[in-house]
């Protein structure tokens, strides 16, 4: 097993594509922690999978901290970092004020470098480390009503080849997945589920995403067999984006 006897966190872990993420980890050996803004959810990825679990507002300082401080107790060391967490919205950019452009690039962009600075110690201590960020093929088609998420999904690109510079001298590598649109709770309770068969027409693959679609790209990224791959972003949207 790809994983085996190492210790991942993964955020977003209560749902959709940071716990199909999850599952894919621990089926390849890994031991999880399941890091959710949604406690009781995120205990009950981690009850599955036979992990740990935290309860995190990846876009705080002190959790994000915290998380890898109760990863270390628990499990001695964190050899893996998958950010899924984040926040989805559907709002007109007419309609986006400076209090909503904050709060979706404090979880979207601030979570990301929060998360990954709180384990570059541990990781860089160690001589070894796989960190995992989530962009999104939307950043790149420009997706309308989602100003502040683009926004922030570019700073994600931006940062993963950042971190990939400054931390592969420490044995760390810095990847993203970029998934198109997928069969999420968050993406099936948003007007974004209208768009399902419209970006079908558009992808190679003619079919839908699923969130069991992401999770190989991640699980590679996060394996010693990606350890000539860094600064780099795998776009998992079925041939939708082809530039």
């Known amino acids: 097993m790809k994983l085996e006897n190492r210790v991942a966190i993964v955020t977003g872990a209560a749902q959709g594509i940071g716990k199909a993420i999850a599952e894919k980890l621990a089926s390849e050996g890994a031991t999880i922690v399941a890091a959710d803004i949604q406690g009781d959810l995120a205990k009950e990825t ?3 999978l036979g992990g740990t679990s935290v309860q995190v507002d990846i876009s705080k300082e002190e959790d994000a ?4 401080d109760e990863t270390l107790s628990a499990h001695g060391k964190v050899d893996v970092l998958v950010n899924a967490a984040a926040i989805v919205p559907f709002v007109p950019w007419d309609e986006v004020d400076f209090a ?3 709060n979706i690039i404090s979880v979207n962009l601030d ?3 929060l998360v990954s600075r709180a384990v570059e110690k541990p990781m860089r201590e ?3 480390g796989r960190i995992v960020l989530i962009a999104s ?4 088609a420009g997706t309308p009503n989602m100003g502040p998420y683009l926004a922030a999904k570019g700073g994600v690109v931006g940062l993963t080849r950042a971190l990939a510079t400054e931390l592969g001298k420490y044995g760390i590598t810095a990847n993203a997945v970029a998934p198109g649109i997928t069969r999420s709770p968050a993406t099936l309770n948003s007007p974004h589920k209208d768009a399902f068969d419209f970006v079908q027409a558009l992808q190679a693959i003619p079919r839908h995403g699923e969130t069991q679609d992401i999770a190989p790209a991640a699980a590679f990224l996060a394996s010693e067999e990606s350890g000539w791959v860094t600064g780099q972003v795998i776009v998992a949207d079925a041939g939708h984006i082809r530039d």
Request: net charge positive; aromatic share 30%.
């Open 46 to 48: 981690a009850d599955a």
């Open 65 to 68: 901290q915290r998380m890898v």
């Open 100 to 102: 909503y452009w904050r």
């Open 111 to 113: 979570g990301p470098y």
């Open 126 to 128: 160690a001589g070894y």
């Open 137 to 140: 093929n939307a950043f790149y």
